[in-house]
């Protein structure tokens, strides 16, 4: 399922009224850097830092929460695949989703399920900050998050640089609050990816990283 009034299903369908066509119009045509039948992985817009990535599943789900048990174990290799990637380009990283089933529970920016993965070598990591303000479960599996999640309407998931997994029961956040969080520790004020112009940052991404995927790569 999708719907173009979505701006990743809007994007990922190949039309150009979303945010990053009306941004770059073309110069890229696209922003992917590895894509599979049922998952894409982008650059993020808003750069906090080079390398900021986002995995998105093409079908429109609300969280990755909800993803049936066939695209989790996709989800999982990817994911597993993008840190690799990452953690080799641009040293230790985090992941992170905030997973919400309504929109009057804040956090999101588009409604539409996203991982993020972060390149963190020049910050110390959350981690400790998110544990001292929420209750968390720990667990081994990224696969588990399906189960984990149900019930909650709101929750973020968490792998730290180590490579440990969290779930965060959180409640209700304000706006892009895992990118304020980074952005503050990285002194940078650009946390909010909605006024995100063309970025070298985004570019230097896709020139670093896509040749990386290619032996990968999969027609959709």
């Known amino acids: 399922m999708s719907t173009t009034e979505c701006d990743f299903c809007n994007e990922f369908s190949g039309n150009s009224e979303n945010t990053f066509g009306r941004i770059y119009d073309g110069r890229p045509e696209s922003r992917v850097i590895f894509q599979t039948p049922q998952m894409v992985v982008v650059p993020s817009l808003g750069q906090i830092v080079e390398g900021y990535l986002l995995l998105v599943p093409r079908s429109h789900f ?30 230790p990283y985090i992941l992170f989703e905030h997973g919400t089933r309504s929109e009057n529970a804040g956090g999101c920016g588009i409604y539409h399920a996203h991982l993020h993965v972060a390149p963190i070598a020049s910050i110390p990591d959350p981690v400790s900050t998110l544990k001292a303000k929420f209750p968390y479960q720990e667990f081994d599996d990224l696969r ?33 609050y895992m990118r304020k969080l980074l952005a503050d520790a990285l002194n940078n004020k650009g946390w909010d990816w909605r006024t995100a112009g063309r970025e070298e940052r985004l570019l230097a991404t896709l020139e670093r990283l896509a040749a990386q995927f290619d032996p990968l790569v999969q027609a959709p």
Do not use: N
């Open 62 to 91: 609300k969280a990755i929460g909800d993803l049936p048990k066939a695209f989790l174990d996709e989800f999982a290799c990817i994911s597993a695949r993008v840190g690799e990637v990452l953690e080799r380009a641009y040293g």
């Open 144 to 176: 588990e998050i399906g189960d984990r999640g149900t019930g909650l309407p709101s929750y973020l998931l968490y792998k730290d640089r180590t490579g440990r997994l969290y779930l965060f029961d959180t409640g209700p956040l304000s706006s892009q």
